[in-house]
C-alpha cells in the first residue's frame, strides 16, 4: 500500500472511531513511520513471528502488558478500545482483537494509535526523528529494531503527512 493510500483507507478511518485529539498530524506521522518500520505496509503477518497487522502487533500476555494486552489493560486506553471493537465489530477480549488485526486495517491503524496514547509523554512534534525513534522503542519494544532504516523512513512519513496538511490547506484556499 502506499502510504496515501494507509491514510485514507486505515487511518483516517480509524481515526475518526477515536477522540478528536487523537487525530493529529504528529499521530499520522508515527503511525505511518511504524507502520514503515515495522512492515513496509507490505505484510499484515509478521514474517516467521506471530506479529499481526501492518503494525505487527504481538498479543503478549496480562503479565507482560505488552502488544494486544498492554492496550486493552491500560487505563488510557481500554475504554478506548472497547468502543473501537464494537465499531468494527470485533469482541473486546485480546485473542479476538489479535486474530482480526491481520485482516482490519482500520482496527489495526486504531490499536496502534491506542498504543502511542498510553505513553505518559507528548508525541514528538512532526519532524523530530530521534524523539520519534525514542517514542517507537519506549512503545513498540521491537526486539531487533533497524535504526539504520528509521531516519528515512521517518522522513518519508513526515512527507507524507505535510504533503497531505499541504493538499488540505490549498483545498481550503480554493473555497475561499
Do not use: N
Not at 499521530?27 to 499481526?52: D, K, N, W
Amino acid at each position: 500500500m502506499t502510504l496515501d493510500q494507509v491514510m485514507e483507507f486505515a487511518l483516517r478511518p480509524a481515526l475518526a472511531l477515536l477522540p478528536a485529539r487523537m487525530g493529529t498530524d504528529e499521530a499520522r506521522c508515527m503511525l505511518l513511520a511504524v507502520g514503515l518500520q515495522e512492515s513496509r505496509f507490505v505484510h499484515r503477518r509478521q514474517i516467521g513471528g506471530p506479529a499481526r497487522g501492518f503494525w505487527q502487533f504481538e498479543k503478549g500476555t496480562r503479565a507482560s502488558r505488552g502488544g494486544v494486552w498492554g492496550v486493552y489493560l491500560h487505563a488510557a486506553s481500554r475504554d478506548h478500545l472497547a468502543l473501537l471493537c464494537q465499531a468494527r465489530s470485533v469482541a473486546c477480549d485480546p485473542d479476538a482483537v489479535y486474530a482480526a488485526l491481520e485482516y482490519d486495517d482500520v482496527l489495526a491503524a486504531g490499536v496502534a494509535r491506542l498504543l502511542l496514547w498510553t505513553d505518559p509523554r507528548a508525541l514528538p512534534p512532526v519532524g523530530e526523528t530521534a524523539a520519534a525513534w525514542a517514542l517507537y522503542l519506549r512503545t513498540w519494544r521491537p526486539g531487533k529494531p533497524w535504526p539504520d532504516s528509521w531516519s528515512g523512513l521517518y522522513q518519508q512519513a513526515v512527507a507524507a503527512v505535510r504533503g497531505r496538511a499541504d493538499r488540505r490547506a490549498s483545498d481550503v484556499a480554493a473555497v475561499d
